[in-house]
Nanobody, 124 residues
Framework: EVQLQASGGGLVQAGGSLRLSCAVS????????MSWIRQVPGKEREVVSC?????????YAHSVKGRFTISSDSYTENEVFLQMNSLKPEDTAVHYC????????????????WGLGTLVTVSS
């Protein structure tokens, strides 16, 4: 059974930091690119950040570039992280981790596996 378990969300003041984690099981972790995708209620999902282990490439949405950092750990635990600094109220959303085979994609419909989201709330 494939499981992507996201955690680390919470309530933080603007300017603060949070670190999201996504524990992955049931797939060969190194065969998948991992992404963080967020959704504000009533709006479409947005790809925030991606990492492809196959070629080491990463992606950041313009809105988070310079503030967020994606990383992964396949040596001790199959996990992907999103360090979020300088948080803004507009970062408030449910954040999901998702997997796509080999390379990352910016097309939401192409993701192979999704986890349940973790809510990030940034107060002003």
């Amino acid at each position: 059974e494939v499981q992507l378990q996201a955690s680390g969300g919470g309530l933080v003041q603007a300017g603060g930091s949070l670190r999201l984690s996504c524990a992955v099981s049931g797939i060969t972790f190194d065969d998948y690119a991992m992404s963080w995708i967020r959704q504000v209620p009533g709006k479409e999902r947005e790809v925030v950040s991606c990492t492809s282990k196959s070629d080491g490439s990463t992606y950041y949405a313009h809105s988070v570039k310079g503030r967020f950092t994606i990383s992964s750990d396949s040596y001790t635990e199959n996990e992907v992280f999103l360090q979020m600094n300088s948080l803004k109220p507009e970062d408030t959303a449910v954040h999901y981790c998702a997997a796509h085979v080999i390379f990352y994609t910016l097309h939401i419909s192409e993701y192979d596996y999704w986890g349940l989201g973790t809510l990030v709330t940034v107060s002003s």
